[in-house]
RNA sequence: GAGAGUGUAGCUCAGUUGGACAGAGCGCCAGGUUGUGGCCCUGGAGGCCGGGAGUUCAAAUCUCCUCACUCUCCCCA
């Protein structure tokens, strides 16, 4: 093979394209349902946006980012999220001067340089909502609910939603120095891993998958237990809020993520049929971010969903994924001089709106007619040499293997109006 | 970045203790019907056996390196 795509890339092929088609309809059709506007930002930002954004000592910042200068001397990144972006251009695009909260929906591929595995790709593809301009809980179990929405209106079957709340600047501090005691204390209990993170960070060893960490951090102090009075009456909301909705969540003490900018509200949602697929969508809360990137404090909240991953676990759930959508209509010839006369037909035909393919390729009829069968359309139009002199062509039905002859004139319309009446 | 496994035609895979031109099924193309698909029959195209180096009289088969994929870990979407 010559040429290869990127290591840890891929190529959505036609075939794969209804389950992408599905994943991003029902997005787009949720955002409208929760008032979403869509925002698209350039797959580039200034590197500054995430080394502030997302933050030094972050795995994504630190080793996962795919950087460069360019020609003229500016420093660019390839988003390795969204949600440092949108709140780049919320500022710079002075929508701060918009009604409050802005609800900004997004989707597009975002880029990891992180070892590719089984729903984990370099360049993968998100859909991403930020609520931006409230601290209101609600706003928090709004996303919540949507995410989980989305999950269920795309089949992805039984979810597990996990939420956890990671405190404020006011509570946040004096339990990570608690905690930071509380590890370093028993540090040659931990896996070697896990050893080096008490220091660099500290939150990630709760929830580390190592047995024997887990074990020496059986009775680590939580959170939960010293978030402060308003953290704690905007958790217990947001957890009263989901419920009411409806959502079934799991409350999560040890959850937390793997980015600066999360302030109280942490979520991950994963399937509970295709647990080896990941997290599928997951979010949180992020009033600090604004100011991170000099602007002025802003409070948000805001998810995102890997497709990728959402596919994998809907694989999982329902094997027969929808087929690609067949033409109506194959529009095939007989003979040199037929060609102009087919070809001019398909073109009316999908002027009329109908989805028609033309035999390409001086094939011969039977190999157009195999082609025709290959595509899936429910009639082939056979414009012969013969029929066309009276005007006429044959029209074949090709599940019934029925033919017949019908006029060219107003052959478009004819054809609309049958295909109408026998969709469903 | 760490560990393990896999890599033969577009796809799914055979290929015996290293031995002569590398195979099958499906798919693709063509023919079997001057102008008709699905089933059947016949034929054809398509592989430097992931790539490179080495061992050997001889390598798809053994060794090393490299690339890609899969699975854990890490991290997350």
């Avoid at 251009?89 to 989707?107: F, T």
């Avoid at 793997?258 to 509200?265: A, E, I, K, N, V």
């Avoid at 414009?383 to 060219?408: D, F, I, T």
């Amino acid at each position: 093979m010559a040429y290869q795509k990127p290591y840890g890339m891929h190529d959505i092929l036609p075939e794969e394209q209804p389950c992408w088609e599905r994943a991003r309809e029902t997005f787009r059709v949720l955002c409208e349902r929760y008032g979403f506007g869509r925002l698209d930002t350039p797959v580039l930002e200034q590197t500054a946006v995430f080394l502030k954004g997302v933050g030094e000592g972050t795995d994504i910042v630190d080793k996962e980012m795919y950087s460069f200068t360019d020609k003229g001397g500016d420093d660019l990144t390839l988003r390795p999220e969204f949600t440092a972006g949108v709140m780049r251009a919320y500022l710079e695009e002075g929508m701060r001067s918009r009604p409050q909260p802005v609800k900004l929906a997004s989707i597009g591929p975002t880029f990891r340089r992180d070892r590719p595995g089984a729903g984990r790709y370099r360049q993968f593809h998100q859909v991403n909502a930020e609520i931006i301009g409230t601290e209101d809980a609600a706003a928090d179990a709004e996303l919540v609910a949507m995410a989980a929405s989305f999950g269920a209106a795309l089949g992805l079957g039984a979810l597990r939603v996990l939420v956890n709340s990671t405190g404020c600047p006011a509570c946040k501090p004096p339990y990570l120095a608690k905690l930071g005691a509380f590890l370093r204390g028993r540090r040659d209990r931990l896996s070697p891993l896990d050893r080096e993170r008490v220091d660099r960070n500290p939150l990630r060893v709760l929830d580390s998958k190592e047995a024997e960490t887990r074990a020496a951090i059986a009775d680590v102090p939580l959170l939960r237990d010293d978030l402060c009075a308003a953290c704690r009456g905007h958790f217990a909301e947001v957890r009263t809020l989901v419920a009411r909705a409806g959502v079934e969540i799991e409350e999560a003490p040890l959850l937390v993520r793997g980015l600066d900018y999360y302030t109280r509200t942490v979520f991950e949602i994963e399937s509970a049929a295709a647990p080896g697929a990941g997290t599928l969508l997951g979010g949180g809360r992020y009033d600090g971010l604004a100011e991170m990137l000099d602007g002025p404090r802003t409070p948000g909240a805001g998810f995102a969903g890997g497709i990728e991953r959402m596919i994998l676990a809907l694989k999982a759930v329902e094997r027969a994924p929808r087929a690609p959508r067949a033409p109506d209509v194959f529009v095939a010839y007989i003979g040199a001089a037929a060609k102009e006369a087919a070809f001019t037909l398909a073109e009316d035909l999908r002027r009329t709106g109908i989805s028609a393919v033309f035999g390409l390729g001086d094939k011969g009829l039977k190999a157009q007619m195999k082609l025709a069968d290959r595509t899936g359309a429910g009639l082939a139009v056979i414009v012969g040499e013969a029929e066309l002199a009276e005007g006429k062509v044959q029209l074949r039905a090709m599940n019934a293997s029925r033919q017949e002859l019908a006029p060219l004139e107003g052959l478009p319309a004819a054809l609309a109006a049958r295909l109408a009446r026998e969709a469903p």
